[in-house]
């Protein structure tokens, strides 16, 4: 019973041993104290700025300077605040469709984005378009003080731009022929509307990835493509037929007309050595009209004499040529 103490006597024990301790260390107190202090100072007075970053320093929420990468002082205590802007680092946002997890083996969100990805084309119809927009900050103090929420401006101009062009063409021309274009005009676009609004932001890429009907519609999309294939199918064979048959005759008809031109300019030809011949007979008969004749006479004689079979030769003085003809020969049969 003589152990026991009340727990008031204990709480005076705890106090006389914490005033002995004040006494005995109280002349290092106001050495910690202002240790503490410094070390207060220097925490807030470094701060360093990563490879991808610049810092952007505000005096009393004013802008005063950037600063580059690398280790830096400012002044503490509030007075200076740094607020660090990765200029270096590319920034994606995505319309009609999340990543959930990025790597070799991309992970996409299950939810669907109806509000983001239903765009009415320029003939009433409707595509589920989704698209993604690369961008990266160009001038951090336009970044952070020009606009209120620049990456919402991103996503709401981003919308304003693809809406505008999509509702500008077909859906076949969306869904086929027009995606590149589309996709060009639109970056150029929302890059003419992020510097008019001095957002210091730079578009690097905006892509379309995926233009599809809405999901009710797609049989009846893939019919008609199913269709298009076929009618294009069909186009092409008779286009195959056509380069087929048409340089054929296109060929024969060449060859018919050199051929044409051949006998052509063989007649002309022909003629006009005939009639050349005939005007140089002409002119020798006009010179020696007897020799001419007895020429032609004897020429003509040599062209028929050798085709005859039986060749008689006349007295000029006889009246008759029956003395010659053989006609009690062999019954008058033979020549």
């Known amino acids: 019973m003589d152990d026991f103490r ?12 914490v005033k002995k301790m004040g006494q005995e260390y109280g002349g290092y107190l106001p050495f910690v104290i202002v240790g503490l202090f410094i070390l207060l100072i220097l925490q807030g007075a470094v701060y360093s700025v990563d490879t991808d970053e610049v810092g952007v320093i505000q005096r009393f929420g004013r802008y005063v300077r950037t600063s580059p990468p690398g280790i830096h002082l400012k002044i503490p205590l509030g007075v200076e605040q740094v607020t660090p802007v990765k200029t270096r680092k590319v920034h994606k946002e995505e319309f009609g469709y999340r990543t959930v997890q990025p790597g070799v083996t991309t992970v996409y969100s299950a939810r669907e984005y109806p509000e983001e990805s239903l765009i009415l084309t320029g003939d009433l119809n409707i ?7 690369q961008y990266r900050i160009s001038d951090a103090l336009a970044y952070l003080f020009k606009t209120r929420d620049p990456v919402r401006n991103v996503r709401d101009l981003s919308e304003v731009v693809i809406r505008r062009l999509v509702g500008d063409y077909t859906v076949d021309e969306v869904l086929t022929i027009r995606r590149e274009e589309i996709s060009a005009m639109a970056q150029n676009s929302l890059q003419e509307l992020l510097d008019y609004y001095e957002t210091g932001i730079t578009v690097v890429t905006l892509m379309l990835l995926d233009v599809n009907p809405p999901d009710p519609v797609k049989p009846a999309f893939n019919e008609v493509n199913e269709a298009r294939q076929q009618r294009e199918q069909v186009i092409n064979q008779a286009w195959e037929a056509y380069n087929r048959a048409v340089p054929r005759a296109e060929g024969e008809a060449e060859r018919t007309i050199r051929q044409a031109e051949g006998f052509r300019i063989n007649r002309i030809n022909r003629a006009e050595g005939e009639a050349s011949r005939f005007i140089r007979m002409w002119e020798e008969y006009a010179e020696a009209p007897e020799i001419t004749r007895t020429r032609m006479y004897l020429e003509a004689m040599s062209g028929i004499l050798p085709g005859a079979q039986a060749k008689y030769v006349v007295d000029s003085q006889h009246t008759s040529i029956l003395p010659f003809l053989r006609l009690g020969e062999d019954g008058g049969g033979a020549r």
């Open 6 to 17: 009340s727990p008031d006597d204990l709480f005076k024990e705890e106090a006389r041993k």
């Open 127 to 133: 595509l589920d378009v989704r698209w993604v927009v």
